[in-house]
């Protein structure tokens, strides 16, 4: 029996117990493959036994030095453990081994950012809108490094990307105003703050930058 997609499924179930169970049992079936142990700590840490799920995936890399989930699930549990820079090395140690998806770049990236570097942030999140085009939070995210950074119409580009995939997103909306106030464009900024306004009515940053806008 395949008891680590029994355990995966059991997982997607919300059946927690039988996931612990079927992983259990696949790492008694093969205690050197570190699959099961990858998969015993993604439950571990779903459940939020994290100093568990990290000794299991300590076990995992332990038995295979390029388990690249192994790496980004213990840096996943660093963010939740508000640790980011044991976070940062452990996506940078699952790059390393050849992971490259869109969550990996995302999760380097604001992790970076948790650590005041968004130029080193920027080309990763970069890297995650480009193999994830629909990813708003990324490309927001990547928005506010370019912005940081004025480069102001590729920020508005990003901004706006965002809007077209969110149109809920108020603080796209929001710092598509400040750039546009940067730039001098009033009217833009405005439109773009009350239209932050319409859906967060109670958006503080949007409320103080129209007020000075419509005092200038």
């Given at each position: 029996?395949?008891?680590?997609?029994?355990?995966?499924?059991a997982?997607?179930?919300g059946?927690?117990?039988?996931?612990?169970?079927a992983?259990?049992?696949?790492?008694?079936?093969?205690?050197?493959?570190a699959?099961?142990?990858?998969?015993?700590?993604?439950?571990?840490?779903?459940?939020g036994?994290?100093?568990?799920?990290?000794?299991?995936?300590?076990?995992?890399?332990?038995?295979?030095?390029?388990?690249?989930a192994?790496?980004?699930?213990?840096?996943?549990?660093?963010?939740?453990?508000?640790?980011?820079l044991?976070a940062?090395?452990?996506?940078?140690?699952?790059?390393?081994?050849?992971?490259?998806n869109?969550?990996?770049?995302?999760?380097?990236?604001?992790?970076?950012?948790?650590?005041?570097?968004?130029?080193?942030?920027?080309?990763?999140?970069?890297?995650?809108?480009?193999?994830n085009e629909?990813?708003?939070?990324?490309?927001?995210?990547?928005?506010?490094?370019?912005?940081?950074?004025?480069?102001?119409?590729?920020?508005?580009?990003?901004?706006?990307?965002?809007?077209?995939?969110?149109?809920?997103?108020?603080?796209?909306?929001?710092?598509?105003?400040?750039?546009?106030?940067?730039?001098e464009?009033?009217?833009?900024?405005?439109?773009?703050?009350?239209?932050?306004?319409?859906?967060?009515?109670d958006?503080?940053?949007?409320?103080?930058?129209?007020?000075?806008l419509?005092?200038?």
């Open positions: 029996m395949d008891y680590n997609k029994i355990g995966i499924e997982m997607q179930k059946d927690f117990e039988k996931a612990a169970e992983f259990t049992k696949a790492i008694d079936e093969n205690s050197g493959d699959v099961p142990y990858i998969n015993f700590a993604n439950l571990l840490s779903a459940v036994e994290l100093e568990r799920a990290l000794a299991f995936y300590d076990k995992a890399i332990s038995l295979n030095e390029n388990a690249g192994a790496f980004y699930g213990a840096g996943n549990v660093y963010v939740i453990k508000e640790d980011y044991k940062k090395d452990m996506f940078e140690k699952a790059y390393r081994t050849g992971l490259e869109s969550d990996l770049f995302f999760m380097l990236g604001t992790s970076l950012l948790k650590l005041d570097q968004p130029k080193l942030a920027m080309p990763y999140l970069q890297r995650a809108t480009e193999l629909a990813d708003a939070e990324a490309r927001f995210q990547y928005g506010l490094c370019l912005a940081n950074e004025g480069i102001l119409d590729e920020a508005i580009a990003q901004f706006s990307k965002v809007t077209e995939y969110n149109p809920s997103h108020a603080d796209a909306y929001y710092n598509l105003g400040v750039a546009y106030a940067y730039q464009k009033r009217e833009q900024a405005l439109a773009m703050l009350n239209q932050a306004l319409e859906l967060q009515p958006h503080l940053l949007s409320i103080r930058v129209k007020q000075l419509e005092q200038a």
